[in-house]
């Protein structure tokens, strides 16, 4: 009873902190004013949501980290739950300075790294993967011994902390981009979430504890999404959404480095991401110049609305995240490549599509 308590005590926090934050908001003029191309609300928009969300997730992690026998315990270790809330902390900190200030690309930058750098001190890290054909790949045979100290070794694992480095940075990244329509991040996050609950209470994995803090996680974006689907009233934010990512990478690590499942849940907004960054370096633009040319974008231009957007975004995520549940490490690889194959038609179709419409209209 206690176990499926955390989730109604996470959703009815995270409801009563969004309005409280929705007019702190205000209150201090945090906004998202409409004035670049690729905003498409009407009016300001409070933003701020991600501090409720993560305020409301923590809270009772904490509780039930250590004051409940729940989730200490097998895998999980104080210090991660400790690395977890800091590195989350930092993220939010971080976002709060962005969107009050709007901060420069390279300043914006160190706070994820930082927040990554935590993680990973914490003890979390891939250690290997599964290899496709049979056997594990393992990363902690690169080792660099720093000093010793009373005979024990004090070492970086190279390999797995650069793994693990890039594996955050790049889920923070990608929820970060993803950011573009009211209730996108929350939604997929609340998806991604689930589906890892439903991986960590199977027989194959049993991690109870795990899937308690997925669970908690997907409760606190549900309670802000009820403020954040269309036509949203608060908007996450830079911090809200960044640790949107770096959860789901989290969660994707401690649940025995599901990187391929995860992949599967966030496969259309990573692709759709390296398409985007492959486009503006082949078209010598800036990188972190943000534009209209994103998969969600192209769903608008095509005449969807902002609901049917989202909607067919939350549907791919859910069908192809599904799959985790049923397949092996193979399985997910060819899940991988089928869904690769799917965004490049998906992409390529769109702007056909797209292309057709225009030309239509100027006839």
Avoid at 110 to 126: E, K, R, V
Wanted: aromatic share 12%; glycine share 8%.
């Amino acid at each position: 009873m206690l176990y499926y308590l955390a989730p109604i005590i996470t959703f009815c926090l995270s409801i009563v902190l969004t309005i409280v934050f929705k007019k702190i908001a205000f209150k201090f003029k945090v906004l998202d004013y409409p004035d670049k191309e690729r905003k498409i609300h009407q009016t300001p928009i409070p933003l701020l949501g991600g501090i409720a969300v993560f305020l409301s997730f923590s809270l009772v992690l904490i509780y039930y980290s250590f004051f409940t026998d729940l989730i200490i315990g097998g895998f999980i270790m104080p210090k991660y739950i400790i690395g977890i809330i800091l590195a989350a902390l930092i993220i939010i900190v971080g976002g709060i300075f962005d969107d009050r200030y709007n901060l420069k690309p390279k300043i914006q930058f160190l706070f994820p790294l930082l927040a990554t750098l935590i993680i990973i001190s914490a003890g979390i890290g891939i250690n290997h993967v599964r290899n496709p054909l049979g056997g594990i790949i393992s990363f902690k045979n690169w080792d660099l011994i720093l000093f010793y100290w009373q005979g024990l070794p004090y070492k970086i694992t190279l390999m797995a902390d650069l793994f693990t480095l890039i594996w955050l940075l790049g889920m923070m990244y990608t929820s970060k981009l993803l950011d573009g329509l009211d209730g996108l991040v929350s939604g997929i996050t609340i998806i991604g979430s689930l589906i890892i609950f439903g991986i960590a209470m199977s027989k194959n994995v049993a991690q109870p504890n795990t899937g308690l803090i997925a669970l908690i996680l997907a409760s606190a974006f549900l309670g802000f999404l009820i403020f954040n689907f269309h036509p949203a009233k608060i908007f996450l934010g830079e911090g809200g959404s960044l640790f949107a990512g770096l959860m789901l990478g989290v969660l994707a690590i401690i649940s025995g480095s599901k990187v391929a499942t995860t992949l599967l849940i966030m496969g259309i907004p990573i692709l759709d991401v390296v398409w985007v960054i492959a486009r503006r370096i082949f078209s010598r633009k800036t990188i972190s110049l943000a534009d209209r040319k994103h998969l969600h974008f192209r769903l608008l231009d095509i005449g969807l609305s902002q609901r049917q957007a989202v909607i067919f975004m939350y549907i791919l995520t859910a069908l192809f995240g599904s799959a985790a549940l049923f397949l092996q490490t193979y399985g997910k690889l060819v899940a991988l490549i089928i869904l690769a194959i799917v965004m490049l038609i998906m992409a390529l179709s769109l702007i056909v599509i797209y292309k057709y419409r225009t030309n239509k209209l100027k006839m």
